[in-house]
């Protein structure tokens, strides 16, 4: 079922490689790719294309005589069979098939050699759960079967797809995908990680069930898919004794280590195995060893991010590995040393905010979310654990405001106040730290009760730090409200605690509420003055985040000053940082300042599609200005006196043409950028707010390659790609493939959308 791509670079490999070998987990579809590629290769081969089946075979000893029974040998002197092998081949152009060869591991590699050395014409095709561990080996991971693209425009069914409605026809003679299965069925292919044998076992349970009925009971997969062909392997008429069959190939440790691997989601990195999977049998030092034997026995699949790799198990692996812990009896304490770990990522990061770590530590909680949701959870399912989940909840506040996981991250506070009401310093932080989150949402009466608790409790135990947040969030609703002097005073009074405590983070966070103040009432001086404070702090203590902000603040005093292209320098320069950090609602206020700032320049084209693009922001954030309602008169006044300058019908179209450009084309353009198209490759990676991977896979959807070519090309778990591609459409604001391929295009050229003047 579609292969092409797969077959095409294996072909490649072998003619550049006289050993090759296709490894993958157990029902992926290695044998059926290795036979495909055979088939096209038989005329390469003037002395035969041979497979070779070893599943079967139990015996070492027999695996020589068993290639020379399958080729057709006939000798019947006393030489060992490896060199009758080895004699027969040596002047012949052969390509074999060694099929299933994971359980002769040795034997295999041993046998491989001793061919290749003899047979210069001999290329050797093998298919293992494991590499063959041999010098001039190339392996090449199988991925699993495509899964439909993300959005309404993802193009065509996938090959998932196509395999369960063919198989389910063999069953249901006129199945067919309508409107209202569709989606049962691209989940049960996704449910199953596009794993070809778990889609033909579930495709079987149509003879009596349902397609919904098949989705609901794919939580209890390895009872419900069991019927497979009678004519197939024993292992691969059940997907547990598939899955068994792997089990069986590890080691004691690396079947402990899977177990215990399997508490993770989302994957993760070496640094967390160690802390997590340690103990009982299994040393720290061991653990690296014990990962590339699951790598190399294809458990663990790798995936590059910078600076680290990380390892992601298939779905339908994970689930037997949580069995097998559950079955140990270790199961609560690994999932308590999971909480630990991740509790303790989040009180590190949350101590590393403010410096010159802060992009990598913010970076890291991206990739950790769904770990973080795993360990929160722990907390609230658990007696007696849910103070520890309030103080986790709190640590993240910077993770929830500058990603995609505001609201989230509100739930979460929300629910771990609820649970645990102890009037403690971490109860106030987690109370004003929702605060915060409910007034970026613009919901400021319950922002207003729990700055209020939160106040209290602080007043109790005598805590200026407590107090110190509770008076920058209170003149932020004081701000919202056109209130300037109740919000100075509160700004005043957390600059003075925050100067008392030595906290860098509420002195910059007070330092840029006070200018903004200051700004806002005309105190043009002040307002400078404070916001050159701010930096300073920033850039004492290597901060990008509130220095991006601050710059923010400065830029808005200076524009009502009138030195717009001073301005527009200080938003743009703060723009590429909230960029770098894919921060929505930093980037937001830098694209309404720099609408202002095309007005007052008589710059309405400009100032318009500024607008059109900062509306789209605003729609992904949930509330305009969110934060910084005190503003949005100034938004009022741009939109009118573009309005009134293009004309209405003018202004809508160009505020149209703003938000129909493609997120970071959009950006590009407020930024002014433009690339000369010998460098625009270079220009364009400079400025790309994708990682070094998603760029690089943007580019292969551009070129036209589906998720299984891509995977196949950068040898990566096509469900790794499917995250990427989601991710990119996320931060690009993109609903299709289309629009990324798009995208590249126009980074590989100059545009008039790059144009200052429109």
């Not at 439909?148 to 003679?173: K, N, W």
């Not at 505020?655 to 270079?682: D, I, K, N, T, W």
Request: some cysteine; proline content about 4%.
């Amino acid at each position: 079922m579609g292969r092409r791509h797969e077959v095409a670079e294996i072909r490649r490999l072998l003619a550049g490689s006289r050993l090759v070998t296709l490894t993958g987990a157990g029902g992926v579809g290695k044998t059926r790719l290795a036979i495909r590629v055979a088939a096209t290769l038989e005329r390469a081969f003037a002395d035969g294309v041979w497979l070779v089946e070893l599943a079967d075979l139990e015996k070492p000893g027999l695996l020589a005589p068993t290639v020379i029974q399958t080729l057709g040998i006939r000798d019947q002197s006393a030489r060992p069979p490896a060199e009758v092998l080895a004699g027969h081949l040596a002047d012949r152009r052969t390509l074999l098939v060694l099929d299933n060869c994971e359980h002769l591991l040795r034997e295999c590699a041993i046998l491989a050699e001793t061919l290749l050395r003899a047979a210069p014409e001999l290329r050797i095709l093998a298919t293992s759960r494991h590499v063959l561990g041999v010098a001039s080996e190339q392996v090449f991971p199988v991925p699993p079967l495509s899964l439909p693209d993300p959005g309404p425009d993802g193009g065509g069914p996938s090959d998932a797809v196509q395999l369960f409605t063919e198989r389910a026809q063999a069953v249901l003679p006129g199945f067919a995908i309508t409107d209202d299965n569709r989606e049962a069925v691209e989940q049960i292919c996704r449910r199953l990680d596009g794993l070809p044998l778990g889609i033909e076992l579930a495709a079987v349970r149509l003879r009596a069930l349902s397609v919904p009925q098949v989705l609901k009971r794919l939580d209890d997969r390895f009872r419900l898919l069991t019927t497979g062909s009678p004519a197939a392997l024993p292992r691969h008429q059940t997907l547990r004794a598939l899955i068994d069959w792997s089990y069986a190939l590890c080691g004691e440790k690396e079947r402990t280590l899977w177990a215990r691997i399997s508490v993770f989601s989302g994957g993760l990195d070496l640094e967390a195995a160690e802390a997590v999977c340690t103990g009982d049998g299994i040393a720290a030092e061991e653990v690296v060893d014990l990962v590339v034997g699951l790598v190399e026995k294809s458990i663990l699949i790798p995936e590059e991010h910078p600076g680290t790799v990380r390892y992601r198990m298939l779905e339908t692996l994970r689930q037997y590995g949580r069995e097998c812990l559950a079955r140990s009896g270790e199961a609560e304490r690994v999932a308590l040393r999971h909480r630990d770990h991740y509790r303790d990522l989040a009180t590190e990061a949350r101590v590393r905010l403010f410096g010159p770590d802060q992009v990598q530590w913010l970076t890291r909680l991206q990739l950790e979310h769904a770990n973080l949701r795993t360990a929160l959870e722990y907390c609230f399912a658990h007696p007696g654990e849910a103070g520890t989940g309030l103080g986790m909840a709190a640590d993240l506040l910077y993770h929830w405001i500058t990603s995609y996981y505001l609201a989230e991250g509100r739930r979460w506070l929300d629910r771990a106040l609820a649970a645990d009401t102890a009037r403690t310093e971490v109860r106030a932080r987690a109370l004003w730290a929702d605060g915060w989150l409910a007034i970026i949402q613009a919901d400021p009466e319950p922002a207003e009760a729990m700055l209020r608790e939160s106040k209290a409790i602080g007043e109790e135990l005598g805590s200026d730090s407590v107090l110190g947040y509770v008076a920058i969030f209170s003149g932020m609703i004081a701000m919202c409200r056109r209130d300037p002097k109740t919000a100075i005073a509160l700004y005043e009074e957390a600059l003075a605690r925050h100067g008392a405590t030595g906290d860098p983070v509420g002195l910059s966070l007070a330092l840029v509420r006070l200018s903004l103040a200051y700004s806002f009432l005309g105190d043009s001086a002040r307002a400078v003055a404070i916001g050159e404070e701010g930096l300073a702090v920033c850039e004492a203590h290597g901060e990008g985040w509130h220095r991006a902000y601050t710059l923010m603040a400065l830029g808005i005093e200076v524009w009502r000053q009138g030195d717009t292209r001073r301005a527009a320098a200080m938003e743009q320069e703060s723009l590429r940082f909230n960029r770098s950090l894919d921060d929505p609602l930093g980037i937001g206020v830098n694209l309404e300042v720099l609408a202002w700032i095309a007005a007052a320049e008589r710059q309405y084209q400009r100032a318009a599609r500024l607008l059109g693009i900062v509306t789209k922001v605003w729609k992904a954030v949930g509330a305009p200005l969110s934060g910084y309602g005190h503003l949005v008169h100034f938004h009022d006044e741009c939109e009118a006196a573009t309005r009134e300058a293009l004309g209405a019908q003018a202004f809508l179209a160009a505020v149209q043409r703003g938000a129909s450009l493609p997120y970071e084309a959009a950006l590009a353009y407020a930024l002014e950028e433009r690339a000369p198209a010998a460098a625009a490759s270079q220009s364009a990676a400079e400025i790309s707010p994708l990682t070094p991977r998603e760029t690089e896979i943007a580019g292969l959807v551009a070129q036209g390659m589906s998720n299984k070519d891509i995977a196949a090309t950068l040898v990566i778990a096509q469900r790794t790609v499917e995250g990427h591609i989601e991710h990119i459409m996320n931060k690009l604001g993109f609903r299709s493939r289309a629009q990324i391929a798009a995208w590249v295009k126009d980074r590989g050229h100059a545009s008039g959308e790059g144009t200052p003047s429109g």
